[in-house]
């Protein structure tokens, strides 16, 4: 069975960057689509940006394009999320999920997850 555990958020100051690491364990990711989403106190989850771990094909919310990037690295079993110039608005807690190749194209949807990590928090502030 799939699992994923998330780990690089923590406090940044408004302008910087994080890496968030979403690791695999179980199963290969080329077998899988994970997604990346967060939750802010007193908000819907949102989706941020999925990735293919068989050909790589990203989908991406237009709210984090130009700033967020979606990678994955079969050889090391992880997802990462790159994200720059944050802002206060981006404090949330940031979880990934595991979706079936098969909706790949509806993998921002947060209720279509199978598998989900515990989430990392990232904090914005100075």
């Known amino acids: 069975q799939l699992q994923l555990v998330e780990s690089g958020g923590g406090l940044v100051q408004p302008g910087g960057s994080l890496r968030l690491a979403c690791a695999a364990s179980?199963?290969?990711?080329?077998?899988?689509?994970i997604g990346w989403f967060r939750q802010a106190p007193g908000k819907k989850r949102e989706g941020i940006a999925c990735?293919?771990?068989?050909?790589?094909?990203?989908v991406a919310a237009d709210s984090v394009k130009g700033r967020f990037n979606i990678s994955v690295d079969n050889a090391e079993n992880t997802v990462y999320l790159q994200m720059n110039s944050l802002t206060p608005e981006d404090s949330a807690v940031y979880s990934c999920?595991?979706?079936?190749?098969?909706?790949?194209?509806?993998?921002?949807?947060?209720?279509?997850?199978?598998?989900w990590g515990q989430g990392t928090q990232v904090t914005v502030s100075s």
């Open positions: 999920a595991q979706f079936s190749p098969a909706i790949f194209r509806l993998c921002l949807t947060p209720g279509l997850g199978s598998y």
């Open positions: 990735i293919s771990g068989r050909n790589g094909a990203i």
């Open positions: 179980g199963e290969t990711l080329d077998k899988h689509v």
